[in-house]
């Protein structure tokens, strides 16, 4: 057998779907936030199978960008998680219901 | 014959570390687990020949993001016990059920119905095979995606004013005597 890039399209779909799932089931927003990485990266590995099967490398240039968006949403989301915590320890994603108006 | 043993052990690793960082109790595992997941990716990357890529994925996300998970996790203190508190909010399952459900379902009808393979042609620079990918990369992102490029610059400046903000503690009796000065 022969890998096709089939095969990467397809493990990029289950990275995604793994993600979400886990970011759908946890509730530590600490594992959500890395859920998200999951379903970047598997996002990631598309793109540069596809950059690869259309033989532009446009692809491999968005990797970056998203590279970038990811580092970002790390840096905010672990702000946001760290000052919800200093303000009450253990809480979970479920807890912020209480900002419901 | 090397490309297929490849694939699979790198998709093992992957698909092992992406369904441990869901299934995980501990934070610290999940983390853990989520840089292996990262690690087979960068392979995966090097078999497709976008070798700086590999290389960037190992160093910023493995390197950078995956040790900031673990920063933060430590400064908060890990609760070994927690349980694996699943779908607190009611439905939350259901929805994750679903989506995995519809996932799947989405990933096996394309997989039948996609025989030919893609055969659009591409809109942007093509491959050169014979220049190494870093040089192409940066005619890519310095020429046709300068203008994004420095967006991202811009994120990224607001991304760490944010975190700045957002971390700051509090402190109300320098704000009080600031106040009744002015």
């Known amino acids: 057998m022969e890998v096709t890039e089939g095969w990467y399209l397809v493990l990029g779909a ?16 600490l594992v959500m936030l890395m859920c998200v990485e999951l379903m970047l990266n598997g996002v990631n590995l ?31 989301g ?18 912020l219901s209480v900002m419901k108006g | 014959m090397i490309d297929l043993i490849v694939f699979l052990v790198a998709a093992a690793i992957c698909l092992v570390g992406a369904v ?3 299934v995980a109790r501990n934070p610290v595992h999940s983390a853990l687990m989520l840089v292996m997941t990262l690690f087979g990716i960068a392979v995966h990357f090097v078999a497709q020949e976008a070798h700086f890529l ?29 349980k ?17 459900v519809v996932g799947l379902g989405v990933l096996v009808f ?6 030919d393979g893609i055969t659009s042609q591409p809109a942007g620079t093509p491959i050169d ?24 610059s811009v994120l990224l400046i607001i991304a760490v004013i944010g975190a700045v903000i957002l971390s700051r503690k509090p402190r109300p009796e320098l704000e009080e005597s600031q106040g009744g000065e002015s």
């Open chain 2, 84 to 100: 694996l508190d699943l779908g607190g909010l009611k439905g939350q399952r259901v929805a994750a059920a679903a989506f995995g």
């Open chain 2, 54 to 82: 590999a290389a960037v994925q190992v160093i910023v996300y493995a390197g950078a993001i995956v040790v900031m998970f673990l920063f933060v996790i430590m400064l908060l203190g890990v609760d070994v016990h927690t």
């Open chain 2, 20 to 22: 441990g960082v869901v």
């Open chain 1, 78 to 95: 672990l702000g946001i998680v760290v000052a919800i915590v200093r303000r009450s320890p253990g809480a979970t994603a479920d807890d």
């Open chain 1, 14 to 29: 289950l990275l995604f779907i793994i993600g979400g799932i886990g970011l759908l089931l946890r509730r530590n927003p």
């Open chain 2, 129 to 152: 095979p014979n220049t190494p990918d870093i040089n192409q990369l940066a005619h890519s992102l310095f020429d046709q995606y300068v203008f994004a490029f420095e967006l991202t």
């Open chain 1, 46 to 76: 598309t793109f540069v199978a596809f950059s690869r099967i259309l033989g532009d490398v446009a692809g491999q240039t968005v990797v970056f960008f998203v590279l970038v968006v990811a580092a970002a949403e790390v840096v905010v």
């Open chain 2, 110 to 115: 394309l997989m039948t119905r996609v025989e």
